[in-house]
């Protein structure tokens, strides 16, 4: 158990719709990541925020939003979904910024747009 | 921008076999760098790193060796299992940056009993 918890561990809804993908990250733990990953493209960075703060974005789609909440937990907001953002979404967590030590991931949502 | 590039799989060998899943990368500086494992239904776990050209990184019978004049990690086991069976990620996190690591797309090894 990698200590950070992601829910729902599976999702499935129709295009067009709205989803709402939560992550808590480790106790202690300021940064979270979150990763797209799919058949096609691999693991692909969406998104970090420390703190509260968006830090840098990756390849994020426009319809997608995240924030990170005050007890540092953080959701990632898939609106007008696409068949094609039928994907893993992983969450990650670590310590903070400074050298890269290790980033801790959860088991993902699986999210299926039908 | 940076780049890791890892063979395609997937690769399949016996068990007890020598397992190199080869892994180049491109990058500004000098980055250090990551071999990530993901077994079936989990999320993916650090299996090993090294931080500065020459270092090895080790865990779990698995190496890598951070080679700067080839721009390579190549990662390497002397004794597959069949519990190694898994999707392997090299990763990077260039250090003129702040932290997003670089994946490659993975590599699928699969150890047939």
């Known amino acids: 158990d990698s200590g950070v918890t992601q829910t729902p561990k599976h999702l499935i809804t129709a295009t067009g719709q709205r989803v709402t993908l939560r992550c808590s990250p480790r106790s202690g733990d300021l940064s979270v990541y979150w990763y797209q990953q799919s058949l096609d493209q691999g693991l692909q960075f969406l998104i970090h925020y420390y703190n509260g703060e968006e830090r840098a974005k990756g390849n994020i789609l426009e319809r997608f939003s995240a924030q990170q909440f005050p007890d540092l937990h953080s959701e990632l907001n898939l609106s007008s979904l696409e068949l094609g953002d039928s994907a893993l979404y992983f969450c990650?967590?670590?310590?903070?910024?400074?050298?890269?030590?290790?980033?801790?991931f959860g088991q993902g949502t699986r999210l299926t747009v039908v | 921008g940076d780049s890791v590039t890892q063979m395609e799989g997937p690769v399949t060998l016996s068990e007890e076999a020598f397992l190199t899943i080869n892994c180049t990368y491109t990058a500004t500086g000098y980055p250090s760098l990551f071999w990530y494992v993901q077994y079936p239904g989990e999320g993916l776990q650090l299996l090993l790193k090294?931080?500065?050209?020459?270092d090895k990184g080790s865990n779990k019978g698995f190496e890598a060796t951070y080679r700067k004049e080839t721009t390579s990690f190549h990662l390497e086991k002397g004794s597959v299992q069949v519990s190694d069976s898994a999707v392997y990620f090299c990763a990077l996190i260039n250090s003129g940056g702040y932290q997003k690591v670089t994946f490659g797309t993975g590599t699928k090894l699969q150890v047939i009993p």
């Open positions: 090294a931080t500065k050209a020459d």
């Open positions: 990650a967590s670590s310590v903070g910024q400074g050298k890269f030590t290790e980033a801790f």
